[in-house]
């Protein structure tokens, strides 16, 4: 730890670091004014017309999964647990390379042949041809939940990022963070997110490369980093203990593998593998997204692992989550640390618009026109998503309101329950030609349903993540209700022939 006192480096200039923001926020708000005028209807706003390529595609899909807690909550979590860290981006590894692997092609395809689907709801109801419109509405009502929780984490990161950088108060960093993500996203839609995404997940990998190197070298190394980890605690340095040099229990390797579950169910990530403009493309779209993923999910960890060894005095409480920025504020000057800051922003704001751009289609496409106004008209309903927009900012805005929620539990309940709700009737609807729209619709229930009241006990079994009581009771819920329900008619199951026919 003695080096921690040696070497600081400069005090940052805010001001400095100021520029370096604005220049960057100018620059993500041009290009959502750019496409504009690209979005002649909600399919266009949406799903950016179904024009991605492989790369835009693959980063988009990376950076809008990670958000800030690739920066913040991941880190921070190594920088707590050391090497037990490793589970989680393990089962995050996995999770990401089978949704990719088995999810991604059919999906396209299936969606494209359901009545160009444009919504995860959109497509659920025209799979099963639900013509009570229950499952559209109820998988929208999950959406708007869960994902008022995962944006208000986003803005908390954000909030976090300005307080520490600039000394702002907390609710006017919440604030100034959420300005610039609603702006872009209201003027530019689905494309002006992706593009910007392409950008950010290249700023929040190099990131993720350049401060752990300059930490580790500054440490003395990854040799005295583990000597130095040893010494605060040798637990830090055994992946199989916990923080308090206990074995870790079944119950505790099982909960942070299965993360991993989560993407099955994540509507802003799925969405990506629907918007590609081919199929064909998505094996080179794969490749370039476990490329950036195991990057960013090594470097996140090295950060924490670093900040152990660099960093005195030690980080308590919610600041184990700024030990980034604090070794950005260490070790480099203030014009690269904006920008090194700034992926931080980048990471928060890739999540946080497409998130408020699916909760929007969740208002627009599946309640009012869904529900109130089936005839309304192209231009009215790009009106509408822009308005739910804004809307679903300010619920999520309230919900930030404390400066000591921690972004990594946020998170964790929202990837949960969409993980539960939306992950077994997605892969089972793709792959089973005997699921029904009851058998849906039970499965949605009862995951979503599962990981809200498991979150609210606590002991024994209840330790264990909620995602996999509720993702296995989901599956159940799914085949018993759909071998109960009488079979799919003959439209349906031509359809999903047509689907395994091309792929």
């Given amino acids: ?27 993500m708000l041009a290009i959502g004014a750019g496409f504009y005028r690209t979005n002649g209807d909600l399919s266009d706003y949406l799903l950016g017309g179904r024009r991605l390529n492989r790369w835009v595609t693959a980063l988009s899909a990376g950076a809008s999964d990670m958000s800030g807690w690739l920066l913040l909550g991941l880190p921070g979590y190594a920088y707590t647990a050391g090497l037990q860290a490793g589970w989680i981006a393990l089962g995050l590894l996995t999770g990401t390379y089978l949704n990719w692997r088995v999810v991604a092609g059919r999906l396209r395809r299936y969606t494209e042949l359901a009545g160009d689907a444009i919504t995860l709801s959109d497509f659920l109801e025209r799979r099963f041809a639900d013509d009570t419109r229950l499952l559209r509405g109820v ?109 870790l229990t ?66 308590t409480g919610p600041d ?20 090194l800051l700034a992926a931080i922003l980048a990471a928060i704001m890739s999540t946080a618009d497409s998130q408020l751009l699916v909760a929007s289609s969740a ?51 929202a990837w949960a329950g969409f993980g539960a709700a939306f992950g077994p009737a997605l892969l089972l609807s793709l792959f089973w030609p005997r699921m029904t729209a009851r058998g849906a619709l039970a499965g949605m229930l009862t ?18 993540y909620g995602i996999v009581p509720g993702f296995v009771l989901s599956a159940l819920a799914v085949v018993g209700a759909s071998l109960l329900d009488r079979p799919p008619d003959a439209g349906v199951r031509a359809l999903f022939e047509r689907v395994r026919a091309g792929g």
Avoid at 208 to 218: C, E, K, S, T, Y
Avoid at 363 to 372: C, N, P, Q, T, V
């Fill in 1 to 27: 730890m003695a080096g921690a006192l040696k070497g600081r480096g400069p005090v940052h200039h805010p001001l400095a670091i100021g520029a370096t923001f604005a220049v960057y926020l100018v620059a």
């Fill in 139 to 247: 998988s929208a009502l999950f959406i708007l939940v869960f994902y008022l929780l995962y944006t208000a984490s986003g803005l908390v990161a954000g909030g976090k990022l300005f307080a520490a950088v600039f000394g702002l108060p907390y609710y006017v960093a919440v604030l100034a963070g959420a300005a610039v993500i609603v702006g872009y996203t209201f003027l530019g839609g689905f494309l002006a997110v992706c593009w910007t995404d392409l950008v950010q997940g290249l700023l929040m990998a190099a990131a993720l490369v350049v401060v752990p190197i300059a930490a580790l070298h500054a440490a003395g190394g990854w040799a005295a980093t583990g000597h130095a980890m040893a010494a605060v605690d040798p637990a830090l340095l055994d992946p199989l203990r916990d923080v308090h040099g206990r074995p």
């Fill in 250 to 315: 079944a119950i505790a390797v099982v909960s942070l593998l299965a993360w991993g579950l989560g993407y099955f169910g994540q509507p802003h990530i799925l969405v990506r593998f629907m918007a590609i403009r081919s199929h064909r493309e998505l094996p080179g779209a794969r490749r370039i997204a476990m490329g950036w993923v195991s990057v960013s999910l090594t470097g996140a960890l090295l950060v924490g692992f670093a900040g152990i060894a660099y960093l005195h005095p030690a980080l």
């Fill in 320 to 339: 184990t989550e700024k030990v980034f920025i604090r070794l950005v504020g260490a070790l480099f000057h203030p014009v690269p640390a904006g920008i």
């Fill in 363 to 413: 208002l627009a496409e599946d309640f009012y026109k869904g529900r109130l106004r089936r005839a309304a008209g192209a231009r009215e309903l790009l009106w509408v998503a822009r308005g739910a927009v804004l809307l679903i900012a300010g619920g999520a805005l309230w919900l930030a309101r404390d400066p000591d929620s921690r972004v990594l539990e946020l998170v964790a309940y």
């Fill in 447 to 464: 995951g979503g349903v599962t990981v809200i009241v498991w979150h609210h006990l606590s002991g024994g079994i209840f330790d264990l």
